[in-house]
């Protein structure tokens, strides 16, 4: 168990529809990160967030969106969904000190869109 | 902007057997570099890193890895396979010189384990 958690751990909805996905990190970790993990696509960096700042954005579409709340927890919101972000979804988090660099990965959400 | 190669897609070995699995990166400076595991339905444990120094890296579970500079390669060995190894490993690649700490992560190898 790596500390970090995500709800749902399934999710099925329909085409057109928005879900949301949360992720809590480990306790003291202020950097959440979300991937995406598609069999075409592979493993790929969405978002990242330091203290509820964004902090880094990688290939993530403009139909999904998220943020970081006070309390250190991320959500990810999906809007106009297609079938082809059908994903797990994973959250990370890692401390933010200088030479602690290692990522913690929760469980990640299954994204199911027909 | 890093990269991360994992040459064999799909890798079968005997119990007992030695294991080695492939990591080549392309990165400007000496990156951070780890190795995960993930097992079915699971999500990702980091099995080690390296930042710096003894380019030898031991992790949990018998697994080692060697950041080779020479090679941009920091392979994954394990001198004996167990069964409950058979799951898919990721390399992945950290940026060192900027802020930006999102890690770039290779195709993936999937370790089968023959009895």
């Known amino acids: 168990d790596s500390g970090v958690t995500q709800t749902p751990k399934h999710l099925i909805t329909a085409t057109g529809q928005r879900v949301t996905l949360r992720c809590s990190p480990r306790s003291g970790d202020l950097s959440v990160y979300w991937y995406q993990q598609s069999l075409d696509q592979g493993l790929q960096f969405l978002i990242q967030y330091y203290n509820g700042e964004e902090r880094a954005k990688g290939n993530i579409l403009e139909r999904f969106s998220a943020q970081q709340f006070p309390d250190l927890h991320s959500e990810l919101n999906l809007s106009s969904l297609e079938l082809g972000d059908s994903a797990l979804y994973f959250c990370?988090?890692?401390?933010?000190?200088?030479?602690?660099?290692?990522?913690?990965f929760g469980p990640g959400t299954r994204l199911t869109v027909t | 902007a890093q990269s991360v190669t994992q040459p064999d897609i799909h890798i079968t070995v005997s119990e007992g057997a030695s294991l080695e699995l492939r990591c080549n990166y392309s990165?400007?400076?000496?990156?951070?570099l780890f190795w995960y595991v993930q097992s079915p339905g699971q999500g990702l444990q980091l099995l080690l890193k390296y930042f710096s120094g003894d380019t030898l890296v031991q992790g949990i579970k018998g697994f080692e890895a060697e950041f080779k500079r020479s090679q941009s390669s920091f392979n994954l060995r394990k001198p004996s396979v167990h069964w409950s190894d058979a799951a898919e490993y990721f390399c992945a690649v950290g940026a060192r010189d900027t802020g930006r700490r999102a890690l770039t992560f290779g195709s993936g190898t999937r370790l089968q384990v023959q009895p």
């Open positions: 990165y400007g400076a000496t990156p951070y």
């Open positions: 990370a988090s890692s401390v933010a000190a200088r030479d602690s660099y290692e990522q913690y």
